[in-house]
């Protein structure tokens, strides 16, 4: 919520001691990655939708396990006297940061986050805009966060904040206004045993179709802080072009909702709207910012209004759409995930010859990105991340006709059905979507293949350089086009060096891997060092033939007889230590990467 000024303490005062034991008590499986995926970063729900684990925000807001088992909690909640939305406990870990963002999307508009520190040092600082702040123990204090924010925990311990979000009351707003008054009464909350109380939390849910009176409302606030960069000639004519855009669209907007209102057979009208309304502003907007924050005017236009004003429901799963081709079943597939540059072509490219096996020939990138509803920049899809709730039936039936439709066999002839042959799957970018397609196949098998990280960085660099893996031209929040996949929480890597980029994807792909895998019974997933893959071949591939059950016919056999050929996105001539070119650049990136490194040798 934008706020007059970047800081309010409130005249609130906690019992640090009983919060601390209450966060103490908590399993350590109550503890989460943060939602964007930010390094270091973890957190323990207390109000989510449905009191389940996860981290929506447009539901019915619920309290979790780990709240129910924290009764001080519950009461500090409870004696605000304000409705809540989510709500954890936000850890980050020693020497670790929050990169500096500014909250765009519809949920931050309305709502403030209110922080109450429990473990944190004196060292600790928070960040807003041009003012910095420590939040000590046992303090409220909430924030503008429409401005660029950061935290930075530059020392050895843990800190632990108690986040939670709301729209506050009046009398809330009072005591935030009184924040400037040093001679306010200051309000102690101490821990009541025996006393059990529940805090107010949010029902209502995003209407199917927002009213014309809010999305004017929306609109309007964002016109209000547009501004053209200054490096641009025609800004002011940009400016001109995009306020007629926006204008025509809140027209056009509240004519729809006149004629249909929120009816069923007006949504697809909305969704033509939506989309195209969307088209156009990332082409009028360029060069066009906010004010406040900088932030790019179509990412917040995007964040605010268009992932928010259509909240349709999903078709029931009793009545899929009729299916547009083969209903053939694929039995067990094989997906081989990595991070990228990490030896999966050749691996990939040494199993395809099997006479057992099937391919749609190479990498599918079309597979999930021909799909709009999941490319990056759609609605809840950020980055290449994709989890099973992505997987609605009739992404999942599209997705499975599609490989039906392309299979070919171990010569690359078209197949007119699988047969007795398994299929197998290699983009890198699907290493992010393994709950996706895992919900899709739920007989799946994954091939989980690492690369020494010096010298996949290495890999990952030249790549870059080479300007052959683009993948997103023009992201908006990242300058340049971006190379290879796309992890959750990319926008942090703005302006950082390329070696620290290339050492983020490495870490964060095989962290997502590793996790992701780890959930699922040991039987469906086998490790290969890329490694002994090189150094023997034939006995690395059998090892993986008999996990998978795949026997080593003469096809496989032959091309297992001679030494591998370079895969073909080789980019230049294997040797030896030839990611010491990059050393100088690589080694000071290492420690970023040490944690996730130990656990991959811990798996060999």
């Known amino acids: 919520m934008r706020l007059p000024k970047p800081f309010y303490r409130l005249p609130w005062r906690f019992d640090v001691e009983r919060l601390r034991a209450e966060v103490a008590a908590l399993p350590a499986e109550a503890w989460a990655r943060h939602p964007n995926d930010i390094k270091g970063n973890s957190a323990a729900r207390l109000i989510s939708v449905d009191g389940g684990e996860n981290d929506d925000v447009n539901g019915r807001m619920q309290a979790t396990a780990h709240l129910q088992q924290s009764p001080y909690i519950r009461q500090i909640l409870a004696s605000f006297g304000v409705v809540w939305s989510r709500s954890r406990l936000l850890r980050l870990a020693p020497g670790a940061i929050v990169p500096e963002h500014a909250d765009i999307n519809y949920h931050w508009f309305t709502r403030v986050r209110l922080h109450i520190p429990i473990a944190t040092r004196p060292e600790v600082r928070f960040y807003c805009a041009d003012q910095v702040v420590h939040m000590a123990a046992g303090e409220a204090w909430v924030f503008d966060n429409w401005r660029p924010h950061r935290v930075e925990n530059f020392t050895t311990d843990e800190r632990i904040h108690l986040v939670a979000d709301t729209s506050g009351s009046a009398n809330f707003w009072q005591l935030v206004a009184q924040s400037d008054n040093p001679a306010a009464p200051v309000r102690q909350v101490p821990y009541i045993p025996d006393r059990q109380l529940s805090p107010l939390m949010e029902r209502a849910r995003l209407a199917p179709v927002m009213t014309p009176g809010e999305i004017d409302f929306l609109i309007l606030d964002l016109r209000s802080e547009l501004i053209a960069q200054e490096t641009i000639p025609d ?108 030896g999966s072509t050749l691996l990939f490219e040494t199993l395809a010859a099997s006479s057992q096996l099937c391919t749609v020939g190479g990498e599918a990138h079309w597979l999930v990105e021909g799909i709009e509803s999941l490319r990056p920049g759609a609605p809840g899809v950020d980055s290449n991340r994709l989890t099973a709730e992505h997987a609605s039936d009739a992404i999942a039936d599209d997705i499975r006709q599609e490989i039906l439709s392309r299979l070919r066999d171990h010569t690359g002839q078209p197949l007119p059905e699988p047969g007795q042959r398994w299929f197998l799957e290699k983009t890198p970018k699907n290493s992010l979507r393994i709950p996706f397609f895992n919900r899709i196949f739920p007989d799946a098998r994954f091939v989980f293949l690492w690369r020494d990280p010096r010298e996949n960085i290495s890999s990952i660099i030249e790549a870059w350089r080479s300007g052959q893996w683009r993948t997103y031209p023009k ?86 007889s001679a030494p591998l050929p370079p895969s073909r996105y080789t980019l230049t001539a294997p040797a030896a230590d030839k990611w010491r070119t990059n050393e100088a650049q690589i080694a000071p990136v290492l420690p970023s990467v040490q944690a996730t490194w130990d656990r991959l040798r811990a798996l060999s």
Not at 264 to 273: H, S, T
Not at 281 to 286: A, G, K
Not at 326 to 341: D, Q
Not at 507 to 520: C, G, P, S, V, Y
């Open 235 to 342: 800004g002011r004519a940009r400016l001109v072009r995009y306020h007629g855009l926006l204008e025509a669209f809140c027209k056009d907007w509240r004519q729809l909702y006149a004629l249909y209102g929120d009816e069923p057979d007006g949504w697809p009208e909305f969704v033509r709207l939506r989309d195209s309304i969307r088209n156009a502003s990332r082409e009028l907007s360029e060069g066009l910012l906010m004010r406040t924050n900088r932030v790019a005017a179509h990412q917040v236009l995007e964040g605010r209004v268009l992932r928010a004003m259509l909240s349709l429901p999903q078709q029931p799963a009793s009545a899929p759409a009729p299916s547009r081709a083969r209903t053939t079943k694929l039995e067990a597939p094989i997906f081989i995930v990595s991070a990228p540059r990490s």
């Open 475 to 560: 992201l908006d929040g990242f300058d340049g086009p971006w190379s290879m996949l796309l992890p959750p929480g990319w926008r942090g890597m703005n302006g950082r060096p390329l070696a620290e980029i290339a050492a983020w994807q490495w870490d964060r792909t095989n962290a997502h891997i590793l996790d992701d895998l780890q959930r699922l019974g040991a039987e469906r997933w086998a490790v290969v060092e890329y490694a002994n893959l090189l150094r023997d071949p034939a006995a690395t591939v059998a090892r993986l033939c008999e996990f998978l059950r795949l026997p080593v016919d003469s096809a496989l056999a032959e091309r297992l």
